[in-house]
């Protein structure tokens, strides 16, 4: 998540104070990309040295507000219009964990896999039960849209994860066949 693009987005509704911004940020992405309040002031900071944001006075509580200038305003329709690059692919701990172990020296790669697959199933059970509960409570809110479509991504990611593990066991099962003598033959005859 782009936190430079994902502050102005929360600021476009009017001005806020750093910590309201990191509860109403935390909120509107249904709590799954938590910030640091350093994160914050470190991204208003830069949105201000780059003119996107500027302080527009305190509220009753001393804190100071910022707000969106017209070129923030400018660079979040941009950012709007134009889709997220997929230049090159992420680093993905489990594709590098399951890489390394082909051909390591005492692993079991199936192990590798099952272990993972545990982990994606009870995250995949704890997402589907979320997404279940905020369904429950009525998805017509503007918040509640935004936490299902964002616990409907990872369910998505989730489910992908779960398919290409079972490809990879899949995979991996026909190597050793492949690797296997035949039947009633002897290794090395």
């Known amino acids: 998540m782009s936190i430079r693009h994902g502050l ?3 600021l476009a509704a ?4 750093g910590s309201r911004l990191r509860t109403d940020f935390e909120t509107r992405t249904g709590g799954t990309w938590p910030l640091n309040i350093g994160q914050v002031y470190t991204t208003l900071g830069r949105l201000e040295r ?9 509220d ?6 910022y707000a969106l200038t017209e070129a923030g305003r400018a660079e979040l329709r941009a950012w709007y219009a134009r ?3 997929r230049a090159g692919p992420p680093r993905d701990e489990p594709a590098i964990k399951l890489v390394m172990a082909v051909g390591a020296d005492g692993v079991d790669v199936r192990e590798v896999v099952e272990a993972q697959r545990r982990h994606v199933a009870q995250a995949l059970h704890d997402l589907v039960r979320q997404r279940a509960e905020a369904l429950a409570r009525g998805p017509e809110h503007p918040r509640e849209v935004a936490r299902l479509l964002v616990l409907e991504r990872l369910v ?3 489910e992908a994860e779960a398919r290409w593990l079972d490809h ?3 995979r991996l099962l026909r190597l050793t066949r492949e690797a296997e003598p035949p039947s009633g033959e002897q290794p090395g005859h």
Request: with cysteine.
């Open 50 to 58: 780059d003119g996107l944001v500027a302080q527009e006075g305190v």
């Open 156 to 158: 998505f990611q989730a």
């Open 83 to 85: 889709p997220v690059e």
């Open 60 to 65: 009753e509580a001393g804190r100071a507000l």
């Open 14 to 17: 009017g001005p806020r104070y």
């Open 8 to 10: 102005p987005a929360v």
């Open 168 to 170: 990879c066991e899949a």
